[in-house]
């Protein structure tokens, strides 16, 4: 099927798990304030349940990432003993997160109707 002169094979929709995961860190610490990287994962393991679940060894360095790419600030709870490190939304971040929100907005309703009409033509409208 060509859209546009162009064949896309990709599915569902032209965002990366990285660029998801991203934008959902964003919208936690921005929604619930300061945060800590486990908080967040059982946030996610929350709202998601088994459906998605980032592994630490993505999350943990996004973190770092945008602590140095200024969209997050960082803390530790206490610094003697780094045990906890908090995080909260910058206005660079919260200004970054639009420009996401903004720019994969398309991406997500694009795999939402592919999702929704395939199960619509699998399951002919049972679901």
């Not at 094979?9 to 860190?25: E, G």
């Not at 921005?30 to 630490?56: A, C, F, H, V």
């Not at 971040?93 to 109707?113: C, N, R, V, W």
Request: glycine share 6%; no cysteine; aromatic share 14%.
């Amino acid at each position: 099927m060509d859209y546009k002169g162009k064949l896309n094979r990709q599915f569902p929709a032209k965002i990366s798990t990285t660029a998801f995961t991203s934008i959902y860190i964003l919208h936690l610490v921005e929604k619930y304030g300061r945060m800590y990287g486990q908080k967040i994962l059982d946030t996610i393991n929350e709202q998601m349940g088994t459906r998605w679940k980032p592994s630490r060894g993505m999350v943990y360095p996004l973190l770092r990432e945008m602590e140095d790419e200024g969209y997050l600030e960082a803390w530790w709870d206490e610094p003697d003993k780094r045990s906890i490190r908090y995080y909260r939304i910058t206005e660079k971040g919260a200004t970054h997160f639009e420009k996401m929100k903004i720019k994969y907005k398309s991406s997500f309703k694009d795999a939402l109707k592919i999702v929704n009409t395939a199960i619509d033509e699998i399951y002919d409208g049972e679901i």
